[in-house]
């Protein structure tokens, strides 16, 4: 397992000097994906317009999924 902050900083780099605009974060229950996203999202906000954040378990399909980001 590693830590929040090492996770943090590859998430950051991956989005802020790659570029990477979709990161799917991926876990068992409990693990502590929803903490790592909250604590991301405060990191970065300022270099985005907007952040979407889908429960992918909302979406049975990628066609469904699709259409909610489109509308978002």
Known sequence: M???HT???TLKQWILQNHTRIITI????GIGKSV?????IPQIKDKF????WRNIDNYPTL??????IINF
């Open 36 to 40: 790592l996203a909250l604590q991301l």
């Open 63 to 68: 066609e469904s999924l699709q259409t909610s």
């Open 49 to 52: 317009d907007y952040i979407i």
């Open 26 to 29: 991926l876990g068992l229950t």
């Open 7 to 9: 996770e943090l900083t």
């Open 2 to 4: 590693c830590d929040l």
